[in-house]
């Protein structure tokens, strides 16, 4: 009913930047959070950054001030701009969205893409 699909991982050196993007496509009324995870190998999946509808943003304290987190209602994207990126930031990045269906209008569910690498190392 609903993918999540996520661009824009790599790798790139202790100090650099990437920018993740997630295009959400499929049977939407409504998105209302979008967010972002991560998991590294051994690890459990952690809350990177989440944005409502309205803007109001929230980080994991491992990544304030160096990632930014943004979105566009109207392409239903999101995104994740990642500055002074440090080696303990690799992972496997997951964009998240709880989205309200054409198939399920009193209900919101969770979606989530497949995720995509981000590999810091020098």
């Known amino acids: 009913q609903v993918q999540l699909v996520e661009s824009g991982g790599g790798l790139v050196q202790p100090g650099g930047s990437l920018r993740l993007s997630c295009a959400a496509s499929?049977?939407?009324?409504?998105?209302?959070?979008m967010g972002w995870y991560r998991q590294a190998p051994g690890k459990q999946r952690e809350l990177v950054a989440v944005?409502?509808?309205?803007?109001?943003?929230t980080y994991g304290d491992s990544v304030k001030g160096r990632f930014t987190i943004s979105r566009d209602n109207a392409k239903n994207m999101v995104y994740l701009q990642m500055n002074s990126l440090k080696s303990e930031d690799t992972a496997v990045y997951y964009c998240?969205?709880?989205?309200?269906?054409?198939?399920?209008?009193?209900?919101?569910?969770?979606?989530w893409g497949q995720g995509t690498q981000v590999t810091v190392s020098s």
């Open positions: 998240n969205a709880e989205v309200t269906t054409w198939g399920s209008l009193l209900i919101a569910h969770d979606y």
């Open positions: 499929g049977s939407i009324v409504i998105i209302n959070d």
């Open positions: 944005i409502t509808r309205g803007g109001t943003t």
